[in-house]
């Protein structure tokens, strides 16, 4: 297994390509593979590659790789976890002469064509060169686990597992304002394929490509609604596919640990991987901020003392990120909707030295109906289908259980009509230039895309579509910063496709959410944790972060700076006096000083350099 990055520019207009210019795109993503390099240039194409060893260490596992019979070239970044299984499978039909898994590919793709994606496993972005066809083909995995962006036009399509490896060789680079319109009222990213780059894309999950004789086509291969059928699964039928999913993502050669937030989801894999898969030394990691801190989970984290025996803390504060706010914003490379990032981001870097593999909760949340608001779809599915007995009864429940108004908000939400629901899910944050607004304040898909569900799983799904991937994308980020692979044992798609699959009562059942995965695990859970209601997530307390005496010196002299106002997307006296309550404590504007900050800094390392 190579967790890596990879690079590479195909010349549409048959020119030769340049091996500096690989050569530069690797040193920009060196930090994602610093364990070996390889270059292959041919013709009018070139490929590069940065290693990040995790299973078989040799160097029987550099790439470029090219398969038995120099046939075919691949560059590949992921990890494909059933590759023992897929290599009995081939044994009979390819000689293999390593261990790895993108050996696996090769033989893969070479028995199955673009069938072999449906056989895997895992997590990947990866190109494949044909040399008899002269053909192209690359992938990316189900869910936009791994990354890939391009760069295509007439002359050239350009590559990479980061776009900071990209931007720098575009002559015309620009800013998208409409995806910048999007984060700064909608606090939305990666809703679609674009970018907050002019002419730069993702390859969007789940789609696969291919160049031939220099013409560029784009499929979609996986479909997840098409793969849900109604399933009946046990608490201890869900508990051996969580357990099967935890298992598969512990194959390394190099160690594994486990990033530990005290929430219920991070908490299942880490006793999972303890009671049931009998390591006792794993490593946790985890983020903290001192017990009188709201954003602190310390007092759930700490119900594994007894337990575990190596556990590491990193103290997020004011002080470390006013140090490391401008590193963090380039690690991202786009613009980045709250600081909760930044917590997995020091997460990382405590883990770094420590582990080179870890393993999180990501994905839970969106196929087990997490987040509170999924309540609200819930409820209008019993609504719609007349199950007012039900309704009664999660109401019930819900009032006595949360106290809170927040899913009746969302049920309001969804019943309206689309046009309603555009203008009322406009979340006005940042102090909106209004001639800016005026321009790239036209339609938006997101009011459809997200807040427009029948159905519980209508929502679910929708979520996976289009909101999932701008947290995976974060958790790449962050850990390959760090040189660290992450690991998502939740977006198995096996789990993933099953859980779906599942009627809504148990993702949410009682006003309880993520049922059958409490009651799964429930023996195991430490029992603070299993009655747990409330969710913070990564949230560090950056309202009092910015009233701190660096931050506030920075963003006065950042609104007084002609850098800021030429942007054009706020009203710079109306951040002047909205900061001047914030400091007060009048109000609390943390996610629209975060923008300006985090667009003022990104302007000036992507675009304005």
Known sequence: KIMCGIAGVINLNNKPVDQNQIKFMLKKIKHRGPDDEGIYCKNNFGFGHVRLSIQDLSKAGHQ???????????IFNGEIYNFIELKNELNHYYEFKTKTDTEVILAAYQKW???????????????????????????????????????????????????KAIIPL????????????????????????????????????????????????????????????????????????????????LRSDVPVG???SGGIDSSAVTSIVYNDL?????????????KDEWADESNYIDEYNNELQNMYFTTPSANSFFTDFTKFIFAQGEPV????????????????????????????????????????????????????????????????????????????????????????????????NHEFADVWGGDSTIGNDLYDPDTLNDSLL???????????????LNAMNFSIESRVPFLDHNL???????????????????????????????NKIYKRRDKKGFSPPANKWFRSNNFKEYIFDMLESKSFSDMGYFDVNKCRKNFNDHLIGKTDITKDIWKWINLNVWSDEFINC
């Not at 470029?64 to 070239?73: A, E, F, H, I």
């Not at 895997?120 to 066809?133: E, H, P, Q, R, T």
């Not at 009946?232 to 298992?247: C, G, N, T, V």
Request: net charge positive.
């Open 64 to 74: 470029p790789m090219y398969s038995n019979d120099k046939r075919y070239c691949i």
């Open 113 to 163: 064509g673009e069938a072999c994606l449906e056989k895997f496993n895992g997590d990947w972005a990866f190109v494949i060169y044909d040399s008899l066809k002269n053909e192209f083909f690359g992938a990316r995995d189900r869910y936009g686990i791994k990354p890939f962006y391009y760069f295509i036009d007439d002359d050239q399509y350009m590559f990479a597992s980061e776009i």
């Open 170 to 249: 575009i002559k015309e680079k620009s800013q998208n304002h409409r995806a910048i319109y999007d984060y700064l009222v909608y606090n939305r990213t990666d809703q679609t394929e674009a970018t907050f780059f002019n002419k730069i894309f993702k390859l969007k999950h789940g789609y696969y490509f291919k160049i031939t004789d220099n013409q560029y086509s784009l499929y979609k291969w996986y479909n997840l609604k098409e793969k849900l059928t109604p399933v009946s699964l046990s608490f201890d039928q869900y508990r051996e596919e969580i357990k099967s999913a935890i298992s598969i993502r």
């Open 258 to 260: 486990v990033s530990l």
């Open 278 to 290: 009998n390591l006792k030394g794993i490593k946790t990691f985890s983020a903290v901020y001192g």
């Open 337 to 432: 909707a709250s600081i909760g990032p930044y917590a997995q981001f020091k997460v990382m870097e405590l883990a770094h030295g420590n582990v080179v593999v870890t393993l999180d909760g990501q994905g839970a949340d969106e196929q087990l109906a997490g987040y509170h608001y999924f309540f609200g779809s819930y409820f209008k599915e019993l609504i719609k289908n007349f199950k007012f007995t039900t309704l009664s009864c999660e109401l019930w429940h819900y009032i006595n259980k949360h106290r809170s108004s927040y899913a009746f908000k969302y049920l309001s939400f969804y019943l309206l009509s689309n046009n309603l629901k555009s203008k009322i899910g406009r979340k006005i944050y940042g102090n909106i």
């Open 462 to 476: 929708q979520h996976f579509e289009f909101k999932l991937e701008h947290l995976l994308k974060w958790d790449d």
């Open 496 to 526: 993933v496709e099953k859980t779906l699959s599942l009627p809504p009562e148990m993702k949410i059942n009682s006003a309880e959410t993520k049922y059958i995965l409490r009651e799964s695990v429930k023996d195991i859970l430490p």
